[in-house]
């Protein structure tokens, strides 16, 4: 529910940005930066205090997709190939050391165990 949410607000966010700032890209524009960080931050915070970390991190990463799902639809030619290389980044930081980190406890939990 909440990486849903994040993913509506998220796509809102580029949308509304541009539409405010004139600029496709949000991040170009000191407009467009602040209505990406206020439709996603301030939720962001509130379902922390809410319901905890691992909520607010599931809204974030909705808002991320959102964001670049958003860019990807609605984009250019260049605006594709740049999420193209947003989502590789992601991968090379994020899910590897994510899964790095899952073996790694695994591992050590199992060592414990013997």
Not at 73 to 80: I, P, Q
Request: aromatic share 10%.
């Amino acid at each position: 529910m909440l990486v849903a949410a994040g993913i509506l607000l998220g796509a809102v966010g580029w949308a509304l940005s541009h539409l405010l700032s004139g600029q496709f890209e949000p991040f170009d524009s000191d407009t467009g930066f602040l209505t990406i960080q206020a439709l996603l931050a301030f939720p962001a915070f509130a379902f922390g205090l809410k319901r905890g970390l691992l909520a607010a991190c599931g809204f974030v990463l909705g808002g991320y997709l959102g964001l670049n799902g958003y860019a990807y639809l609605a984009g250019s030619a260049e605006t594709r190939a740049w999420a193209l290389l947003g989502a590789m980044t992601s991968v090379t930081l994020v899910v590897l050391p994510a899964m790095a980190g899952v073996v790694g406890s695994v591992a050590g939990r199992r060592q414990r165990s013997e």
